[in-house]
Nanobody
Framework: QVQLVESGGGLVQPGGSLRLSCAAS????????MSWVRQAPGKGLEWVAA????????YYADSVQGRFTISRDNAKNTLYLQMNSLTPGDTAVYFC????????????????RGQGTQVTVSS
């Protein structure tokens, strides 16, 4: 079955960086678009970034554009999220999510989601 396992979260100071990873299994990883979504304390899910399966085109929420970079290594079945210039507003549980399509039809659409990794930005 589809498994998505996130790692790399933790506590970081404002202005710092973190790199999240998502190990995927149970499906043809290279075939599908992938996304990161997050949920801040007391708030709903927020789509963060997405990447196509083929040409690797990327898409970002305005709130992270220019600070976050999504990437994928299809040979390793792994999705990444490089997060720079972090602010307390980025504090959330970050989830890796699988799109049902090779190219996102709706950027926030997914059919599977991992358990998440906590990112806390605080001094």
């Amino acid at each position: 079955q589809v498994q998505l396992v996130e790692s790399g979260g933790g506590l970081v100071q404002p202005g710092g960086s973190l790199r999240l990873s998502c190990a995927a299994s149970g499906f043809s990883f290279s075939t599908y678009a992938m996304s990161w979504v997050r949920q801040a304390p007391g708030k709903g899910l927020e789509w963060v970034a997405a990447i196509n399966s083929g040409d690797g085109s990327t898409y970002y929420a305005d709130s992270v554009q220019g600070r976050f970079t999504i990437s994928r290594d299809n040979a390793k079945n792994t999705l990444y999220l490089q997060m720079n210039s972090l602010t307390p507003g980025d504090t959330a549980v970050y989830f890796c999510a699988k799109s049902p399509h090779p190219v996102p039809v709706r950027l926030d659409e997914y059919d599977y989601r991992g358990q998440g990794t906590q990112v806390t930005v605080s001094s």
